[in-house]
């Protein structure tokens, strides 16, 4: 979650760290984005400004509502604006399709313009095939 600028994420105690979790606080220490690792109840969520999900492929992704609530002053419908707009559609149970914009934080679209970078940057390339990290002319010697 994000308050203030600043990004919380809960410490990890069911699971094992996620690499996509580790990226992104490397990502937020070498930009200077504040972020802390601390213990995380509904009641943040709710008073959060934004709420963000990850995954491997997809980064960081902004969540607009929970529990039919809107996050922060973003998730309210509003103007659309270029780069800091999300669409998603949503299908209630009688197959009655609403379309939606909401406005993505400034802290959610620095991290996902950050993380798309990050997933094309060279250093962070990793050879499935070779693991090791050991060159192949070297393995055969």
Request: charged share 30%; hydrophobic share 35%; with cysteine.
């Amino acid at each position: 979650l994000v308050k203030e600028g600043v990004l919380y994420t809960p410490y990890v105690k069911a699971c094992p760290p996620g690499v996509t979790r580790r990226v992104l606080l490397e990502l937020c220490a070498t930009h200077g984005i504040e972020a802390h690792e601390d213990d995380i109840v509904v009641e943040r969520l709710y008073d959060a400004d934004e709420i963000l999900i990850l995954g491997t492929m997809s980064g960081p992704v902004a969540i607009s509502h929970l529990d039919g609530r809107p996050v922060g002053t973003l998730g309210k419908e509003g103007e659309e604006e270029e780069d800091h707009d999300t669409a998603h559609t949503t299908v209630d149970n009688n197959d009655n399709a609403t379309h939606h914009t909401f406005r993505i934080g400034p802290v959610t679209q620095r991290l996902q313009a950050l993380y798309q970078e990050a997933l094309v940057d060279d250093k962070n390339l990793f050879d499935i095939f070779n693991e090791n990290g050991v060159e192949e002319e070297e393995q055969q010697e």
